[in-house]
């Protein structure tokens, strides 16, 4: 079975700080691994998506994810922290059970002080 | 182009009334899904459609969901009764077709709240 962990259910930094999200999978097969951004009171947005090409993706807004099959690891990261960037963000990943079915994480609260 | 639509954005009714919610998806998406999504945690698959055919129900309560895609275009998530803990964000997302290369485009759901 697959799982998706996001560890850490809320992270705050400063504006300009770097944003780092954990999420750690579990797949008995090459995963495919996504990253979503929901903003309050919206749906969720695809930020970035590993299709089993490159393991470092790049996405929307300047985030950046690296797949590392070693660690089972998918963390979301950006080098400058904007305001905007608050929002939860969830990491997910797809399984084929006889057709494909997306996986959600708990989510990760990102908080940016000022 | 228009997005995933949603009807009605908030809903609050009693326990044991029925309550219907609306999915329009994108133009041309031949997948359809509804998930949920209860409060701090990620969505949860509901149902999902692949033109008018529910290829996926496995996690749909069916003594009291039930859902509808008649022509293959928009669906609508029925629950009858509902229950207190059925308060949570709805949430429906269309795709051009199945399998993670089709990106998954989310509506803004709907917020059930049940007293």
């Known amino acids: 079975a697959q799982s998706v962990t996001q560890l850490g259910s809320h992270v705050s930094v400063s504006e300009g700080a770097l944003v780092l999200l954990r999420c750690n999978y579990s797949?008995?097969?090459?995963?495919?691994l996504f990253w979503y951004v929901q903003y309050p009171n919206q749906g969720l947005q695809l930020l970035l998506k590993?299709?089993?090409?490159?393991?470092l993706v790049k996405g929307i807004n300047g985030f950046e994810a690296e797949f590392k099959k070693s660690e089972t690891s998918f963390h979301l990261t950006k080098p400058s922290a904007h305001m905007s960037d608050a929002a939860e963000y969830f990491c997910?990943?797809?399984?084929?059970?006889?057709?494909?079915?997306?996986?959600f994480g708990a989510g990760t609260r990102l908080f940016v002080k000022a | 182009e228009a997005g995933v639509v949603q009807s009605p954005r908030y809903k609050i009714i009693e326990k044991k009334q029925p309550v219907a919610f609306w999915c329009n998806p994108i133009s041309g998406h031949n997948t359809l899904y509804w998930y949920l999504q209860n409060l701090g945690q990620g969505p949860e698959l509901l149902i999902r459609y692949e033109n008018e055919e529910a290829v996926d129900d496995s996690q749909l309560p069916k003594d009291r969901f039930s859902a509808e895609r008649l022509k293959g275009v928009d669906s609508t998530l029925k629950i009858q009764p509902a229950e207190l803990g059925d308060s949570a964000v709805y949430l429906c997302?269309?795709?051009f077709g199945q399998g993670p290369t089709y990106q998954q485009f989310f509506g803004p759901g709907t917020r059930l709240t049940v007293l």
């Open positions: 997302a269309s795709s």
């Open positions: 997910a990943v797809t399984r084929n059970t006889g057709g494909f079915k997306t996986i």
């Open positions: 797949s008995s097969v090459p995963p495919y």
């Open positions: 590993y299709t089993s090409a490159a393991t």
